[in-house]
């Protein structure tokens, strides 16, 4: 008998060789306990196989099959080789005699353990290549005789896991199902308490079944209860984590409103209700010994850094000096210029720390420092690694687009100050779910207004074969004094991709937009390059600028009001949603044009929710159905541990119910010590 704590090479179970040892490792199994939380990635129903296919099919499908035929052949690439297997229905041909061709490429290994005669389950998807019916790089499994091992792998409901090198399914799923089936609800205390899953499962029920359900059905209560206990996990985590911060204590820092009331009185336009609203949760914040971390979201325009120009004035006017961090040299130098003209006027002073740039109130806006009045120091990550100190102690650090920093960087700017409150924003709105499961310590400020006078975007899906079409209507805005942004996934051509690529596409593009103005941007351009090209362009010298996404953030050119967006099945609907929240910022009308490959399966449906609505949450939870959590939320980012069941996050009543479970356990800690 053994624990959960007992080492996987101790149970007896296994033989681990180097090879193996290593991969287990890199799997992070080393106990019981460990294999027994390596969940499947899918399952196969072996009490039934799909029909044998004699065409081309949609979906991937399941088969229980007999090699007749095997050999290696060399492909069309100097020195490249393939294997391919011919199968057939296992038991014999069926009625039609139909094969199907297996193709493995670059798996020399092959060959040495797929023989004539082999039985195999495999899975993959059929399609025509030539007059043949194929199924490239299957999933598959040598079946063999042995009685021992037949209730693991066939005539049941079979789990999928994720592998690495040197490990394959058979003796994996070996394991797993011995220790499931010796698995006592002794050794594995519930974790949840009593009648609080509705499922009625016990935990080791949830494990034995989501390794091994009897019938399909039987899968989706154990998913829920394990999901409903990582999920209450999380938020232990997250209220650890605030109770943490706010027992280390704070500062008050601030004093009086006078600055923010004679900035928002000399503004050309009037805030909206939900930018009133958030600078006055962020007052009470500032006026609390309890330190703040506040997430400011709202969507793309929805005028956040106004938000965090209030709060900076408070925080300066008390004394404190401020920062603000933004993750690219472009957003960093857009709003030191944006808050250079609107502070130094005010007796702030603006300064800038890039990784290339510095820059101070020298300039020739500033009118000269307010004594007694803090600093605003603006710069990209640049700012974790600046030794000096903020001369008058950092009272407030603000952080754009916080998703695009991890979790040390932020902290290491943080710890610059002495308890500085902290306010993190992000235009990338988050779906309510998310928001509850991960910003469980943050409260949690919403801009759910746009400001008026911003012109109309008018969002369209057209095929890359119309690009001779496109230019034509490039050219009619170009002659208005328009300016647009052409978007490219990529910066140059690659042999694996065949989608557009930015400096490729730049010149073809001078040839249709004759008399055009271009400037060409992307990563690759070293700081200085890429400041000069956005001078360029902001000032109008270039009317046509060519982009990969590096201008996600922080481009604010009123007059540009057409994208263009090529191979946009390739990006997420929210980078889709921040790439056109470019246009759209002046008075006049603007157009995005989302071109997509005409062989993009797909593509124009699951786009077609950016044509219905400039809703970035009701686009961010399209997202978050489509592509999951752990891609539009990177957990590394936050600090918290992968989710093994990502895919409930969109269940708000589970999310609710964790929280419920975890204000209670917590509740219910001081009573029982």
Request: hydrophobic share 40%; net charge negative; glycine share 8%.
């Amino acid at each position: 008998m053994f624990s959960l704590d007992t080492r996987i090479d101790e149970t007896g179970l296994i033989r681990l060789d180097k090879k193996s040892a290593e991969g287990f490792e890199k799997l992070g199994l080393v106990t019981v306990g460990d294999a027994l939380s390596h969940y499947p990635r899918r399952y196969e129903d072996r009490t039934r196989f799909d029909v044998f296919p004699d065409c081309p099919m949609e979906t991937p499908v399941c088969l229980h099959v007999q090699v007749i035929d095997c050999q290696s052949r060399f492909g069309r690439a100097r020195g490249s080789r393939f294997f391919e297997a011919t199968i057939e229905p296992a038991g014999g041909p069926d009625v039609l005699g139909n094969r199907i061709v297996l193709r493995w490429f670059n798996l020399a290994y092959i060959h040495k353990i797929l023989a004539v005669g082999h039985e195999l389950v495999i899975y993959g998807k059929p399609k025509v290549s030539g007059k043949r019916i194929v199924i490239d790089q299957p999933d598959f499994e040598i079946i063999d005789d042995d009685p021992a091992s037949a209730d693991a792998h066939m005539g049941r409901i079979v789990p999928i896991y994720p592998l690495v090198s040197g490990i394959s399914q058979k003796p994996l799923r070996n394991l797993i199902f011995q220790l499931a089936q010796q698995l006592k609800a002794g050794e594995v205390p519930d974790w949840l308490p009593p009648d609080s899953s509705e499922t009625g499962l016990t935990r080791a029920e949830a494990i034995r079944t989501i390794h091994y359900p009897a019938t399909a059905k039987d899968l989706a209560p154990a998913q829920r209860y394990l999901a409903l206990e990582e999920f209450t996990q999380l938020q232990l985590i997250l209220r650890k984590r605030r109770a943490e911060h706010r027992a280390r204590g704070g500062k008050v820092h601030f004093r009086d409103r006078l600055l923010l009331q004679s900035f928002l009185e000399n503004l050309p336009f009037e805030p909206t209700n939900a930018q009133l609203r958030t600078m006055a949760e962020i007052r009470d914040d500032l006026s609390s010994v309890h330190p703040m971390v506040r997430l400011l979201q709202g969507d793309v325009g929805a005028g956040k850094t106004l938000v965090a120009a209030g709060a900076i004035l408070m925080v300066v006017e008390a004394g404190f000096d401020a920062a603000l961090m933004a993750p690219t040299q472009i957003l960093a130098e857009q709003h030191f210029l944006t808050f250079q003209q609107w502070f130094e006027p005010l007796g702030i002073e603006v300064k800038l720390k890039t990784g290339s740039k510095e820059a101070g109130g020298d300039l020739p806006l500033f009118s000269g420092k307010q004594p007694g009045h803090g600093t605003l120091l603006i710069g990209t990550h640049a700012l974790i690694h600046d030794d000096r100190e903020f001369g008058n102690g950092l009272g407030l650090a603000v952080i754009d687009e916080q998703h695009k920093f991890g979790v040390a960087q932020r902290q290491k700017l943080i710890q610059r100050g002495d308890s500085p409150d902290v306010l993190v924003m992000t235009a990338t709105p988050i779906p309510r779910t998310l928001a509850l499961a991960f910003y469980g310590d943050l409260d949690v400020s919403i801009l759910d207004e746009l400001p008026p006078g911003r012109g109309r975007i008018i969002t369209g899906i057209r095929k890359t074969t119309q690009t001779k079409q496109a230019s034509e209507f490039l050219k009619d805005q170009l002659a208005e004094g328009r300016q647009i942004y052409i978007v490219y996934p990529l910066i140059e051509e690659s042999e694996k991709s065949t989608a557009g690529a930015a400096s490729v596409e730049f010149e073809k593009w001078k040839e249709l937009l004759p008399g055009a103005h271009f400037a060409l941007i992307h990563g690759r351009l070293s700081a200085q390059e890429k400041d000069e090209v956005m001078t360029r362009f902001r000032s109008g010298e270039a009317n046509v600028l060519v982009s990969t996404t590096v201008i996600e953030v922080g481009v604010d050119v009123p007059n540009a009001n057409v994208m263009l967006i090529y191979n946009a099945e390739r990006f997420g609907l929210a980078q889709l949603h921040q790439l056109r929240g470019r246009i759209g910022r002046g008075e006049h009308k603007s157009f995005c044009v989302l071109m997509i490959d005409p062989e993009a399966e797909g593509a124009a449906d699951r786009l077609k929710i950016l044509t219905e609505t400039r809703d970035g949450f009701r686009i961010a939870d399209e997202d978050l159905k489509q592509r999951g959590s752990g891609e539009v939320l990177g957990t590394q980012q936050s600090g918290l541990p992968d989710l093994k069941f990502g895919d409930f996050i969109g269940d708000s009543a589970l999310v609710e119910q964790a929280k419920a479970i975890a204000e209670a356990m917590i509740l219910k800690q001081p009573q029982e010590g």
